[in-house]
């Protein structure tokens, strides 16, 4: 729905009380968002002093002037849900650039297409590997008829579709990079859920017929990016609930979410108690279990604790020199570095970067929070990430001039044995407390992107102002939420009609300085 489509703004409630938001990301500003431009009364809490959560962009001023910009994580701007589609440009109105993806893998000292191309594959893999691909991917899927498996894993369920040599060539390392535990211990649903419609045959028909259409979701050639980052698109977004009459507290933790007689009644912040209509929280759900008064009953709080996260850190380095390769990110499958993704910035748009003559990346480290790599030094993090850079051959660690660490909890639920079982306990407890409505990534305890993320929150919206009963959780898990299904358009799409704001082409580099609006 789009500006120029909006319901209509809803006649003040005889209720004053506000609606209130626990945090200010995604998910979270997609609600207050929604909720202010319909004439509600909304209160967003966050806890830090930035918003976007996981999502937002850091900035680090330019010795010679101007900034760098870093996206913590990569966020690419790709959906096939018309309704978030149409939120996005509304909301940057013409700050919005369509991008090309470029990424690799990189493999025994190679850099591997990816999407996967016929005869670079050919070529990298040659024929003596491309024969145990091919042959273990055969008799995986002989195997598979004769004698089927349970897919309650992810190693089985990968296995199965590829074949076990590419399971342990390029998924096993990455994959346990990643979550820091073996696959066999992660559940099928992750797989399931983050390369639906991949499979040993779809990418080996990509590889040399092309991904036509995007019908891999996976394998998009195109993206769309904030000209400055995506902490763009959440600055813009709390302006525009402020300018709506909203109300975004930052530095404002919430301690207790109060409950009385299955109805949350408000919420205390920073001391001060907030009388709610409802409440809309992106809290991760072992944070709401253990914050509600009065107190969630022990199995519940005990099933929040076993909701497990994985927590990540950023190593932002800006180097002297040209960019050291023109992907957006290249995935490590080395399994002699700790690193395992590495993002250029610049890739992503040219204003992330202030100047032509230096390169700007991000050496991602996924780890838990508290571990040994967690707790090391910000000093000791920028030598680790100049020192692998050099020991796999992508960059001289002589010619960094800058870097500094930047780390995030909770990044990622990890879907682990227990999971499945913990998170029905925890939506059993909510279900008795119909106007307290989590939403989001961690509020959901769901892998989403940032799309499906909003997804959530629109539908929140929707049931607590229209009575409609959209099943929250069941967004990107059934048919009618999935970025493949043909009924939900989107993408770069027709604008004319449903959108007057169009995406933008990023001129050359040398044309950056020509940009006059500053990042709002």
Not at 2 to 16: G, I, K, M, V
Not at 89 to 101: C, H, Q, S, V
Request: charged share 25%; hydrophobic share 35%; glycine share 10%.
């Amino acid at each position: 729905m789009t500006e120029n489509e909006t319901r209509p703004t809803a006649p003040a409630s005889e209720d004053s009380r506000p609606y209130v938001v626990l945090g200010g990301g995604p998910a979270g500003l997609t609600a207050g968002y929604l909720l202010a431009k319909r004439g509600e009364r909304v209160i967003v809490l966050e806890s830090t002093d930035q918003v976007g959560g996981i999502a937002r962009t850091e900035v680090r001023r330019a010795p010679n002037g101007g900034e760098y910009r870093f996206d913590l994580g990569g966020h690419r701007f790709f959906t096939k849900v018309r309704e978030v589609d149409d939120l996005w440009l509304e909301i940057m109105k013409g700050e919005f650039l369509l991008r090309p993806r470029q990424s690799r893998i990189y493999w025994r000292r190679k850099f591997l297409q990816y999407p996967l191309e016929g005869m670079d594959v050919l070529k990298k893999l040659g024929p003596v590997d491309l024969m145990r691909a091919g042959g273990s991917y055969l008799y995986a899927a002989v195997k598979t008829k004769v004698r089927p498996q349970p897919e309650e894993t992810l190693d089985v369920w990968v296995s199965n579709r590829f074949g076990r040599w590419l399971f342990t060539q390029f998924f096993k390392t990455y994959t346990e990079k990643v979550w820091g535990v073996p696959t066999s211990e992660l559940r099928a649903d992750w797989a399931a859920q983050r390369i639906k419609g991949l499979s040993f045959f779809s990418a080996a028909k990509a590889a040399f017929l092309g991904n036509k259409g995007n019908e891999i979701r996976s394998l998009i050639g195109e993206f769309h990016y904030p000209r400055f980052g995506p902490g763009q698109m959440w600055e813009r977004m709390k302006s525009d609930i402020e300018t709506r009459g909203g109300e975004v507290r930052m530095n404002a933790p919430v301690t207790r979410v109060l409950i009385r007689d299955g109805v949350a009644t408000g919420v205390i912040a920073g001391g001060e108690t907030i009388e709610a209509k409802a409440v809309i929280s992106s809290l991760p759900l072992g944070v709401t279990t253990r914050i509600t008064d009065p107190e969630a009953p022990a199995e519940v709080r005990d099933a929040g604790r076993g909701l497990r996260y994985r927590d990540f850190l950023t190593v932002s380095l800006v180097i002297d020199g040209r960019d050291l390769f023109p992907d957006n990110w290249i995935y490590i499958h080395e399994p002699g570095v700790k690193v395992g993704r590495i993002q250029n910035f610049r890739s992503w748009s040219p204003w992330m970067v202030p100047n032509d003559d230096e390169a700007s990346i991000g050496m991602e480290y996924f780890c838990f929070e508290g571990d040994s790599l967690w707790n090391m030094k910000d000093e000791d993090l920028v030598e680790l990430a100049k020192s692998e850079l050099g020991q796999m051959g992508l960059g001289d660690p002589s010619k960094v001039t800058m870097g500094f660490a930047t780390r995030v909890h909770k990044a990622y639920p990890v879907y682990d044995g227990e999971y499945a079982r913990n998170l029905e306990v925890v939506k059993e407890w909510l279900a008795q407390t119909p106007n307290l409505v989590q939403v989001g990534r961690n509020g959901l305890h769901r892998y989403n992107n940032s799309d499906h993320s909003m997804l959530t929150a629109m539908r929140a919206v929707d049931n607590l102002l229209d009575g409609t009963r959209h099943d929250i959780w069941a967004v990107n898990a059934e048919a009618e939420y999935h970025e493949e299904d043909g009924s939900s358009t989107g993408g770069q799409g027709d604008r004319n009609a449903a959108n007057p704001y169009p995406y933008r082409e990023a001129p050359p580099l040398n044309e950056r300085e020509a940009a006059t609006e500053s990042a709002s």
